[in-house]
Every structure is written in structure tokens, then in C-alpha cells.
């Protein structure tokens, strides 16, 4: 067993010596190159697969989780700035299962959990006060759903109901965000968070929700309305318009004096209030038959004095003869008849962005709109945003002298900032290059080296010596490894004699054929090598 190990271990050196200095470092690369890839790749084959245990823990909880896993010895990481415990995925369940049977997370009960908890002794009291906490709860968790709301705190004030009462107070809401940093909530979030909560709850408006963020700053007052969320529609209506207004009149102005030539500035002043009107109109067809009619006729004859008397004093000189009797007539027709009409009622709602009043500034370069005619550009300008005069609409037009002094250093730092990419862009084909190069020249000098070393192998031709030259090689190399035993005097100088002969033909082979000799040493050194 040891000879043969010790033969394989001799073979194997043998071979090794026979490898050149650039084979052997390429060989050595790959080894080394395959040992790390191979740790590597069992690194991640034994790593386990991560899954989350719990996510959204609160701090308590997520404290007491960590103590418990440690207790028991278990790896785990944490994410989401503590709020989820990773651990690996095959003892996702056995774990749940026990943090549950020790009553972790513990948590705390919210929303309408709450209203699981009452019993039959509740008192009315109880219930309003359990309702309203519910409430609260459900509304902050449906808040925390936000993107970049870390946490909400909603307070919610409820008026009671009573009955002798005619002016009932309205239901009033205060919201608490605790915003991720650097976010912030924009008017149409802010409009949302309003809207939540006052739908959520009977009888709310909007307007009536106060909402606010964990620095302090009020982004929504009770009684005035989405102040911000107003405010940003409005400032949104206005730029839209404007830029719409100011790329029609640059667009013009750029084809007249150039690009970079001009600048136009727009001012939109929008109405965004709301408005409704209510009109109600009668109308009467002639010649439509009434939808009922009632007449009524009165008629009277006889003698005696009309009914009633005669107008006038009676202390006229005729009255006694106008008095006086005779016969008599009376008759008396009346008609109430109730005609068809026609009623409309037109509703008229109001858009929001009506333009209240428009004001234009145009700045030319006086260089180049020196010569142009000021009236004629004023004139096209009008016409590209649309003034109105009648509405108090205003334009200006000017040419001044433009400062190129930033534009001039913007194109010199453009310029050089160019230079210097296409600078580093060169050195970078340079370096690349010249490691491809370097990479290049190892393997031709490393394939050379190998292919120089084949060719002298096959190239050998066994010497053709004598017995006796052989001979004489062979005790010379023997004699190098070990040391012989001193002969007597003759022997020696027959030995010499015969030496002697023998590197005469040796120095002849030499001079002869030097590479042929050179290669039979440099298989012996190799074969008596250690």
C-alpha cells in the first residue's frame, strides 16, 4: 500500500517537473478559482431560506420576540427598521405557533375588536364610549394604509342625540399623521384623508375634519374648508393654463427671433368657486282649452227702487225723482275659468376655471428684435393667448439687452464637461485595452513556452553510444547519488585511462551535438531529482 502511494506520489511528481513556471500558475488559478467558486456555492446551498415571522410589530412586541428567539437559540434578522423578524422558512409555522401559546405578539385590541369585549351588564354609557373607540380605531387603521403614513392617531367627537332640541351640533373629527420622513402629503391626499373619515362617520362633513402631521403644521382646519388641498387645485389649474399659454407665444417667439432670443411670462388669475342657478319660467299657448271653467249668471226685474239706492246725496233737488219708482232690470254674469300653463325650471351649474383676468409679459433680446416691429409682435402675441381687453386683460412687450453671461458659462462648462467625458472615455479603452493586451501576451507566452517544450520532445532522438560510453554515463550518473567504495591503485588508473577515452568521445559528441545531449541530461536530472 505505501509503495504504491509512494510510486503514485513519485509519478505525479515527476509530472509536476516536467510542467513549465506559466503552466503551473494557470493550473494554480483554476484551482484556486474553483475551490472558492465551490465555497461559494456551498455557502449558499446550506444558507437557509429567509421568510418573514411577524410584520408591522410594534416595538414592544418586536422586543419581546427578539428575547425569545434568542432564549431558545434561533437565528434571525430584522427588517423594516425592526418592525419584521425574518427567520428560516421551514420554522415559520413551529414558531407562530409557539410565540402564540406564550401570548406573543400581545398586541392591542382596536377597531370594532373592542365591541367583542362587552357583556350583558355593559352600561349605555359603556356601549357610546366602546363605539366611539371602535371607531377611532378602524379609522386609524385604514389611515395607516396610506402611502408614507407610518401611524394615525383619530380622535372623533360625537354630539349626543336629544330630543328638545332644535339646533343639533354637528359631529367634529381631529386627525394625527406620522408621515414617513421627507414625504409629504399633497392637497388631493389631504382632500382624501377628510373624505374618509367624514364618510365614515353620520352626518360629518369634510369640512368639519381637522387633520394635522406629527411636526405640528396644520394641513387641514376645521370650518375652513381643504385649505391645502384647495390651494394646490388651484395653483394646478393656474400653471396648467399658464404653461399651456406661455409654450403658444414662446413657440412663435422662437421661430421669429430664435431660440433663447425671448421669454414670456403668463399670470392667469382662475375662478374656481362654484355657482348655481335656479330659474322657473311660465308659459301660456292661446287657443288651449282651460282645464275647468265655472259661469255664473245673475238676473232681477220687478218695480220699486233698484236694490242699493242711487249714487249721490240724497239732498239733491231730483233726487226724490230719481227716487222715485218704476220698473226695474238687473243682470250680472261672471266666469272663472282655469287655464292650462306651461312651467320650466332650468337649473344652471357653474363650472369651476372661469379666467377672471389675464396678464402677458414678453421680454425680447434687443440684439436680434432691434429692427422688428413692436406693434406687429403685440399684435401676435394677443392673438396666441387669447386677451380680452373687455375683461381687463394686459400685455407688454419689450426688447432689452439679454445677459449671455450664464449661457456663455453653461456651454464653457458643457464644453468641458464633454472634453472630460470623452477624456475618461479613452483612458478607459486604454486601461482596457492594455489588460487585454497584458492577458493576451501571458497566454501566447504561456502557449509558446508549452508548444517549444512539444516540439523538443518530439524532436528527440535516443543517441546512438556504445556499449562502452554507456557504461561510463551510467556509473557517472550512479556514482552522483551515492558514494562508492575506494579501489586499489591500479584499478583506478585503468579507470582513468578508460575515462579518459570516454569524455574524448563525450567531448566530440558534445561539440557535435549539443541539443541532443543537452536533452538526455535534463531527463536524467529530472529522474534523480528528490
Known amino acids: 500500500m505505501q509503495s504504491a502511494l509512494a510510486g503514485t506520489l513519485e509519478r505525479a511528481r515527476s509530472t509536476m517537473d516536467t510542467i513549465s513556471l506559466g503552466q503551473r500558475v494557470v493550473i494554480g488559478l483554476l484551482l484556486a478559482g474553483l475551490a472558492l467558486g465551490g465555497v461559494f456555492f456551498y455557502s449558499w446551498i446550506t444558507t437557509p431560506t429567509q421568510a418573514p415571522l411577524f410584520s408591522n410589530l410594534a416595538a414592544a412586541d418586536a422586543s419581546a420576540i427578539v428575547d425569545e428567539l434568542n432564549a431558545q437559540g434561533i437565528a434571525y434578522e430584522l427588517s423594516d427598521g425592526g418592525g419584521t423578524i425574518m427567520v428560516a422558512k421551514d420554522a415559520v409555522y413551529d414558531l407562530r405557533l409557539s410565540m402564540s401559546g406564550k401570548g406573543l405578539p400581545a398586541g392591542q385590541d382596536t377597531g370594532y375588536a373592542l365591541l367583542d369585549e362587552q357583556g350583558i351588564t355593559t352600561s349605555e354609557f359603556q356601549q357610546q364610549v366602546t363605539y366611539q373607540r371602535a371607531l377611532e380605531g378602524e379609522l386609524a387603521n385604514t389611515l395607516k394604509a396610506l402611502a408614507g403614513v407610518n401611524s ?3 380622535h372623533v367627537a360625537l354630539p349626543e342625540d336629544e330630543v328638545f332640541v332644535s339646533d343639533k351640533a354637528e359631529p367634529t373629527a381631529s386627525v394625527l399623521l406620522d408621515l414617513t420622513p421627507g414625504t409629504t402629503l399633497s392637497g388631493e391626499q389631504i382632500q382624501a384623508v377628510t373624505n374618509l373619515v367624514s364618510a365614515s362617520i353620520r352626518d360629518m362633513d369634510p369640512d368639519q375634519v381637522t387633520v394635522a402631521d406629527s411636526t405640528g403644521q396644520v394641513l387641514s382646519a376645521a370650518g375652513t374648508g381643504v385649505t391645502a388641498a384647495a390651494g394646490d387645485a388651484r395653483s394646478q389649474v393656474e400653471q396648467e393654463y399658464e404653461n399651456r399659454l406661455s409654450a403658444s407665444a414662446q413657440k412663435i417667439l422662437d421661430s421669429v427671433v430664435g431660440p433663447g432670443r425671448s421669454v414670456v411670462s403668463v399670470r392667469a388669475d382662475v375662478d374656481l368657486s362654484e355657482r348655481s342657478t335656479t330659474s322657473k319660467t311660465y308659459t301660456f299657448d292661446e287657443g288651449t282649452p282651460p282645464i275647468s271653467e265655472q259661469i255664473t249668471t245673475e238676473e232681477y ?12 246725496p240724497e239732498n239733491m233737488p231730483d233726487a226724490a225723482e230719481v227716487v222715485g219708482g218704476g220698473d226695474s232690470t238687473y243682470n250680472k254674469e261672471s266666469t272663472t275659468a282655469n287655464n292650462a300653463v306651461g312651467e320650466t325650471t332650468e337649473v344652471v351649474q357653474g363650472a369651476p376655471g372661469e379666467l377672471n383676468r389675464l396678464t402677458v409679459s414678453v421680454v425680447m433680446d434687443d440684439a436680434v428684435a432691434g429692427n422688428l416691429n413692436q406693434q406687429q409682435m403685440t399684435q401676435l402675441m394677443v392673438t396666441a393667448v387669447g386677451l380680452d381687453e373687455a375683461r381687463g386683460d394686459d400685455i407688454t412687450v419689450a426688447s432689452l439687452p439679454f445677459d449671455a453671461t450664464a449661457a456663455e458659462n453653461a456651454a464653457a462648462a458643457m464644453e468641458a464637461a464633454r472634453e472630460a467625458e470623452a477624456s475618461e472615455q479613452m483612458w478607459s479603452m486604454i486601461r482596457t485595452g492594455g489588460i487585454a493586451a497584458g492577458i493576451a501576451l501571458v497566454v501566447l507566452v ?7 517544450q512539444v516540439e523538443d520532445e518530439e524532436d528527440y532522438e535516443p543517441l546512438e553510444l556504445d556499449d562502452d560510453v554507456l557504461a561510463e554515463l551510467d556509473r557517472l550518473r550512479v556514482a552522483s547519488t ?3 567504495i575506494e579501489p586499489d591503485e591500479a584499478v583506478l588508473e585503468l579507470e582513468a585511462v578508460q575515462r579518459a577515452k570516454v569524455r574524448g568521445e563525450i567531448s566530440t559528441m558534445v561539440s557535435e551535438r549539443p541539443d541532443e545531449v543537452a536533452a538526455m541530461l ?5 529522474e534523480t531529482k528528490p
Open 301 to 312: 226685474t220687478g218695480g220699486g227702487a233698484p236694490v242699493g239706492g242711487v249714487l249721490g
Open 482 to 484: 551515492r558514494h562508492e
Open 152 to 154: 394615525a392617531v383619530v
Open 446 to 452: 504561456v502557449w509558446l513556452r508549452s508548444r517549444r
Open 522 to 526: 535534463r531527463g536524467w536530472l529530472s
